[in-house]
């Protein structure tokens, strides 16, 4: 059974940082490109970060760059995301899906729909 699993959620204060990471079972993560993406109460899910297969390109939404890093241990078969000085607004589910058919991000990310695996989200809460 192919599964994602995320984990690392939580509630943490403004400023603050929180690693999240993507377990995947059933299958290897190596060949696919890995995305994270979020979804708020009322909004529609958008992609937050992707990394290629190597793990050379990365892509980020223009409202984390500079705050989140997505990087990957394929030998562990998982993907992480660090988000450093967490706002309010990054409070979301969170969850990391894979695209079996791209290596690379581009020109697929920050699309879900490119994306056929997903995890079952991570609520990560930025409040004080």
């Known amino acids: 059974q192919l599964q994602l699993v995320e984990s690392g959620g939580g509630l943490v204060q403004p400023g603050g940082s929180q690693r999240l990471s993507c377990a995947a079972s059933g299958f290897t993560l190596d060949h696919y490109a890995i995305g994270w993406f979020r979804q708020a109460p009322g909004k529609e899910r958008e992609g937050v970060s992707c990394?290629?297969?190597?793990?050379?390109?990365?892509n980020y939404a223009d409202s984390v760059k500079g705050r989140f890093t997505i990087s990957r241990d394929n030998a562990k078969n998982t993907v992480y995301l660090k988000m450093n000085s967490l706002k309010p607004e990054d409070t979301a589910v969170y969850y990391c899906?894979?695209?079996?058919?791209?290596?690379?991000?581009?020109?697929?990310?920050?699309?879900?729909?490119?994306?056929?695996?997903w995890g079952q989200g991570t609520q990560v809460t930025v409040s004080s």
């Open positions: 899906a894979a695209d079996i058919h791209y290596s690379d991000c581009t020109p697929r990310f920050p699309a879900p729909r490119f994306y056929e695996y």
């Open positions: 990394i290629s297969s190597s793990g050379g390109s990365t």
